[in-house]
Structures are given as structure tokens and as C-alpha cells.
């Protein structure tokens, strides 16, 4: 029998969690030719979710599910929750969603379906998005930067709803440095990836957590983590600069030769193309203060790396620990030196 391991982060959703676990609940029980478990990740949300993470853990589960509980001791963000969510589970099928019940549970038969058709990762896709303006617009440039940067088909839609196989989360799980972005991973494992149409549904309570700066930071993790493209097209738009620059300085010469006279505005004595020339200083200046921005991050991100920064520190797990761990021993070692000891049991 195939088991689901259900990834759910979360981060304020103590009115909104309890159903969409309840909803997997009884979707699974339709779905009896599977056992699951329900992995929950408070990113330490500053409400009582985790709370209430131990009381669903505490509630009796359904059917051939369990439920398992992580508590970060900071917030790490929803890609590291991902990730550690899916570095404990051990299911056949990895299913990912989010807190806010927007993701369809009781759909989840239609991802599994393509996964059981051969396909290894499957995307949810939305014919009508209840999200706001901005998170819409925000999904447009996450959808932009992953196919030039990270090299996505223009015909795949990603979303926060997916699943993959077991092959596919144990090569992500692989990756151990800082800043993970899920959707490159995901990309960096397999092209066999397909999408199937799901409902989206309106907001319960609340609101997004994604601000733009959480956006922008996001963005910029996918491109510099996975991706050199940045760095080339810089290149490019040096040397780009640099033949325009050149060709500019011909064409200066000549027309000084063609042209001897010194010509002024007005009475102001300034030259004439002096204020383009300084706009041209500004223009090029500025961009290679952009490039060597860039550059820094990199080896900024380099740096941080080698100092061995956690992808995120776990103050407690639920149903996790001793012998029922399931986070591999490449990850325990990695974050030993940063995890608070003291795991909470629930039975």
C-alpha cells in the first residue's frame, strides 16, 4: 500500500489549519487504497499555531493517517518550512499545500492520478485565482523569472499546490545550503512534469503574509541560487555598453574634426552636449554599481554557505524524534549544532 505525506506550512493560521487537515482527513477516507500523514510546519508564527498544531497532533487522526507537528525557532520562510516538512516525511507521494485552505485537499486524487500515470511532479493549475491584485501580480514575475532564469516551459504553470514522487524529494532534500527555492529544485530534478487543472477558492480569514519585500526577496533567491543567467546578462549588457561607448567615441572624434568651433548654450559657456554626456556618467555608473551588487550577492551567498547557516533551526517536533525521525542523517548533522534539544511527544 502507497503512503501520501501531506507538507503543509504554516505561519498565522490557527483559524484556518484545522480545516484544511480536517478536509484531508475525509478526503482520504475515500481514498482507503492509501495511508497518509499530515506534516505541519509552524515557521514560527506569532499566534498560537503552533498550539494548535498540538491539539490536532493530540486529536485522534482518521482512517491510516497520522499527524506530525515541526516548530521553527525563527521564521525561515515558507520555502525552508517546505523543506523541512518534506525532509520528514516518507511517503511514496509528497504532497505540498497551503495553510489557508485556498488549495483545494479534497482535489488531491487529480494530482495523484498524473503522478500514478507516470509523471514525476504535477502542478496545480487554477482556472480562476481568488488572489488579490498584487499576489497576482506577483505570481505574473515568479512566472517570468522561472522561465528566463531557471529555464521553466513557457506552457507549465507552477503553484504552491504540487506533489511529487519520492525519487524527486529525496534529490531535493539533497540540497542543504541556505536560501532553498522549492520551484527550482523541483526543475533541477526533472522535465517529466505536467499540470492538472484544480478549483481555487477565496480566502478564508486573513490575509496573505507575502509582502513585496518578502516577494522581491524571494525572486531574487530563485535567480541567484539555481541560476548564472544574472551574471551573463551583465556581461552582456557590459559589453553591449562598452562597443556603444566606442563606437560613441568615433563618432565624437569625427565630428570634432568636421567641426571645430566650440559651441556653447546660450551665455552659460557650458558645451554643448555636456548635459548628455553626464546623463550618459549616471546611466553607466549606476549600472555598474547594479552588476557589482550582484556580483556581491553571490559571493555573499558563497560566504554564508561555507559558514554552514542553517536552512532553518527546529525548536520542537510533534509525533517526531528518536527512532520515528525521518529527517535523514545528512540534515540532522547540518543543523545539530543549531537545533534546540527538548522535543515535545504527543502519542
Not at 541567484?224 to 544574472?230: G, I
Amino acid at each position: 500500500m502507497k503512503k501520501i505525506s501531506f507538507v503543509i506550512p504554516c505561519y498565522r493560521s490557527r483559524d484556518t489549519i484545522w480545516h484544511v487537515v480536517t478536509e484531508i482527513d475525509g478526503k482520504m477516507e475515500e481514498m482507503q487504497e492509501y495511508t497518509y500523514e499530515i506534516l505541519m510546519v509552524n515557521d514560527c508564527s506569532p499566534d498560537d499555531t503552533m498550539d494548535v498544531l498540538k491539539d490536532l497532533c493530540n486529536e485522534r487522526s482518521y482512517g491510516n493517517g497520522t499527524r506530525k507537528a515541526i516548530g521553527f525557532a525563527r521564521n525561515f520562510g515558507q520555502h525552508a518550512a517546505l523543506m523541512a516538512g518534506i525532509r520528514a516525511s516518507d511517503g511514496d507521494y509528497v504532497v505540498c499545500l497551503d495553510d489557508d485552505g485556498q488549495t483545494p485537499a479534497d482535489q488531491v486524487d487529480r494530482l495523484i492520478e498524473k503522478l500514478e500515470e507516470g509523471y514525476d511532479a504535477v502542478y496545480a493549475k487554477y482556472l480562476h485565482k481568488q488572489h488579490s491584485a498584487f499576489r497576482n501580480l506577483g505570481s505574473h514575475v515568479n512566472e517570468l523569472m522561472t522561465r528566463i532564469m531557471l529555464g521553466k516551459p513557457k506552457e507549465l504553470f507552477v503553484s504552491s499546490y504540487f506533489a511529487v514522487k519520492r525519487f524527486i524529494a529525496d534529490d531535493m532534500i539533497r540540497y542543504e545550503n541556505s536560501y532553498p527555492y522549492v520551484i527550482g529544485l523541483v526543475l533541477r530534478a526533472t522535465t517529466n512534469i505536467t499540470n492538472v487543472m484544480v478549483d481555487h477558492r477565496e480566502r478564508e480569514q486573513g490575509a496573505s503574509g507575502y509582502t513585496i519585500k518578502k516577494l522581491f526577496g524571494l525572486w531574487f533567491n530563485g535567480f541567484t541560487a539555481f541560476s548564472v543567467k544574472p551574471l551573463r546578462i551583465a556581461t552582456t549588457v557590459g559589453m553591449i555598453s562598452a562597443i556603444i561607448g566606442f563606437v560613441y567615441g568615433i563618432f565624437t572624434i569625427i565630428k570634432r574634426f568636421l567641426n571645430l568651433n566650440h559651441v556653447s548654450i546660450g551665455n552659460s559657456g557650458i558645451p554643448l552636449g555636456w548635459s548628455s554626456t553626464m546623463a550618459a556618467i549616471v546611466f553607466f555608473g549606476g549600472m555598474i554599481m547594479v552588476m557589482l551588487g550582484l556580483i556581491g550577492e553571490y559571493i555573499g551567498r558563497i560566504y554564508i554557505s561555507l559558514n554552514n547557516s542553517p536552512q532553518y533551526v527546529i525548536r520542537e517536533k510533534v509525533n517526531l524524534g528518536g527512532n520515528g525521525d525521518a529527517d535523514s542523517e545528512a540534515g540532522d548533522a547540518r543543523r545539530s549544532d543549531g537545533e534546540i534539544s527538548g522535543y515535545d511527544h504527543c502519542s
